[in-house]
T-cell receptor
Framework: DGGITQSPKYLFRKEGQNVTLSCEQN?????MYWYRQDPGQGLRLIYY???????QKGDIAEGYSVSREKKESFPLTVTSAQKNPTAFYLC???????????????FGQGTRLTVV | AQTVTQSQPEMSVQEAETVTLSCTYD???????LFWYKQPPSRQMILVIR??????QNATENRFSVNFQKAAKSFSLKISDSQLGDTAMYFC??????????????FGKGTHLIIQP
């Protein structure tokens, strides 16, 4: 079945460590996104990528980094510069670039990151 | 930049009742997409319904329908014959078509809908 896979489901990070969240999709979607979800805040866009080897900052990119070396993969690194990283992180993908149309986003199951 | 506002942080209705969730948005775009997503306790985001701005007809999906008022920039979700499984966070979202600059979905802060037995 096609879909988006995020791993791990739960992740614990010590102060000062970088951690990488995985996101893989087999939907042949061009666009991929990372969102952060905090209670009462809705979903906020961290980074997005419309095509391989290209990505753009979203609204809250500080302290995060991404790469898009393959169409299927869009990992997110939470760096030590992110002062409050404890949150729920959602990855999404959508058909976007070549068709000239954008459609709904499909989401992974999320990763809960906790700083210990 | 687009903004999406959901003015009802929480709503509670009895099973089998009809409930309407409100959403307003602000944009200067003429063509765009609007969505309602459901997030149950599992936290999986599930698309409920989608509306394309250039279509005047309101979208419907079984018990779910929208009232899309483009001039008023309003996009409400009506759930008929509500069921216990409808209990979830509901997010209204806006998306620009590709080619319009920054992309990605812009979400409202959500409405927590509780269906009481």
């Amino acid at each position: 079945d096609g879909g988006i896979t995020q791993s791990p489901k739960y992740l614990f990070r010590k102060e000062g460590q970088n951690v990488t969240l995985s996101c893989e999709q087999n939907l042949n979607h061009d666009a991929m996104y990372w969102y952060r979800q905090d209670p009462g805040q809705g979903l906020r866009l961290i980074y997005y990528s419309q095509i391989v080897n290209d990505f753009q900052k979203g609204d809250i990119a500080e302290g995060y980094s991404v790469s898009r070396e393959k169409k299927e993969s869009f990992p997110l690194t939470v760096t030590s510069a992110q002062k409050n990283p404890t949150a729920f992180y959602l990855c999404a993908s959508s058909i976007a670039y070549r068709t000239g149309r954008n459609t709904e986003a499909f989401f992974g199951q999320g990763t809960r990151l906790t700083v210990v | 930049a687009q903004t999406v506002t959901q003015s009802q942080p929480e709503m509670s209705v009895q099973e089998a009742e009809t409930v309407t969730l409100s959403c307003t948005y602000d944009t200067s775009e003429s063509n765009y997409y609007l969505f309602w997503y459901k997030q149950p306790p599992s936290r999986q985001m599930i698309l409920v319904i989608r509306q394309e701005a250039y279509k005047q007809q309101n979208a419907t999906e079984n018990r779910f329908s929208v009232n899309f008022q483009k001039a008023a920039k309003s996009f409400s979700l009506k759930i008929s014959d509500s069921q216990l499984g409808d209990t979830a966070m509901y997010f209204c979202a806006f998306m620009k078509p590709h080619g319009g600059g920054a992309d990605g979905l812009t979400f409202g802060k959500g409405t927590h809908l509780i269906i009481q037995p």
